[in-house]
């Protein structure tokens, strides 16, 4: 089993950044595949990019293409989501999730632990 706490969310304008970590604890990131997922308010949950277990591997929603970038450390056990052109749409609580899948599972269910997330607001 795997602990996960997201921090670095917060209050920025649209076409701001902010970097968000996920570390983890009681067992090796390299174990799982990794995914941050964001739920606004009244909406599903949703996903925003994985990455597989060596990193070689990522994927991201359509949405986020090209602004965002996750990445991990192993060593650190920490995976980063790095969002640029943040845009008021991207207001949203933000997961992190690990999956024993292998590569870059992108549904809810194929998750296995979560964090408690970190909210994300951009003013326009």
């Known amino acids: 089993q795997v602990q996960l706490v997201e921090s670095g969310g917060g209050l920025v304008q649209a076409g701001g950044s902010l970097r968000l970590s996920c570390a983890a604890s009681?067992?090796?990131?390299?174990?799982?595949?990794m995914g941050w997922f964001r739920q606004a308010s009244g909406k599903e949950r949703e996903i925003v990019a994985s990455?597989?277990?060596?990193?070689?591997?990522?994927y991201y929603a359509d949405s986020v293409k090209g602004r965002f970038t996750i990445s991990r450390d192993n060593a650190k056990n920490t995976v980063y989501l790095q969002m640029n052109s943040l845009r008021p749409e991207g207001t949203a609580v933000y997961y992190c999730a690990a999956s024993t899948k292998l590569r870059t599972p992108p549904r809810t269910y194929e998750y296995n632990f979560w964090g408690q997330g970190t909210q994300v607001t951009v003013s326009s």
């Open positions: 990455i597989s277990r060596s990193g070689e591997s990522t």
């Open positions: 009681g067992r090796t990131l390299s174990s799982y595949a």
